[in-house]
């Protein structure tokens, strides 16, 4: 995307006989926009598969993944209205996999929504410490994640409301938004080392 902001803006500053720098024009601030969106579901698609992968295995060692397996189970078991895919789970000829499979579309259904639900959905069950993965790397995409709700759901409008045939939107600066997403693919980058050296700790 970034290569793509480049090319369009050196042609613009071509067929304008004016150098690149400056405000970038709405062409330009789409495609930053569209690298937050897409960075966004890198995020998603890859630690999604990373839980899809990698926990069958961690469970079957004693560990925090093990522990929030359990609880899962026991909160399925326990609810007031126990659902309808846990109990063809539990009547099946062998229970185990399907529950697994529950548990693993608990963790992989939906987007991740914040860096609180990256880090209690995600790093948990795949039993990364804090140690390993300091809870600050999370909350630093704070500012990426409003960013995504932002473009996502909001069409990066400051007000919503306004009936103008061109509301007013966010303006992203190229270094600013570059940054945040680096910054979230190498949190993933460190998600996938530190559950590498998780999954070598069971065999």
């Given at each position: 995307m970034f290569d793509t902001l480049h090319l369009?803006?050196?042609e613009r500053s071509q067929q304008n006989k004016a150098e690149t720098r400056g405000r970038l024009?709405?062409?330009?601030?789409?495609?930053?926009?569209a690298a937050i969106v897409f960075t966004s579901a890198g995020v998603d698609a890859s630690v999604q598969a990373l839980i899809e992968h990698a926990v069958p295995v961690l469970i079957t060692q004693p560990g925090t993944p093990r522990d929030k397996y359990e609880t899962f189970v026991e909160e399925q078991a326990r609810a007031p209205k126990v659902e309808d895919g846990f109990l063809t789970a539990l009547k099946s000829q062998d229970p185990r996999p399907e529950l697994l499979s529950?548990?693993?579309l608990s963790?992989?259904?939906?987007s991740f929504q914040g860096s609180g639900d990256l880090k209690t959905r995600a790093a948990s069950s795949?039993?990364?410490t804090n140690q390993q993965i300091h809870r600050g790397r999370f909350t630093s995409l704070d500012v990426f994640f409003t960013a995504r709700n932002d473009v996502a759901h909001r069409l990066d409008m400051d007000n919503v409301t306004r009936a103008d045939a061109a509301p007013p939107r966010k303006l992203r600066a190229q270094e600013e938004v570059r940054s945040m997403c680096d910054e979230a693919l190498l949190l993933v980058r460190d998600l996938i080392k530190e559950t590498a050296v998780n999954l070598a700790a069971c065999r």
């Open positions: 369009v803006r050196r024009h709405s062409d330009a601030q789409d495609l930053l926009r529950l548990y693993v963790k992989t259904k939906a795949l039993g990364i």
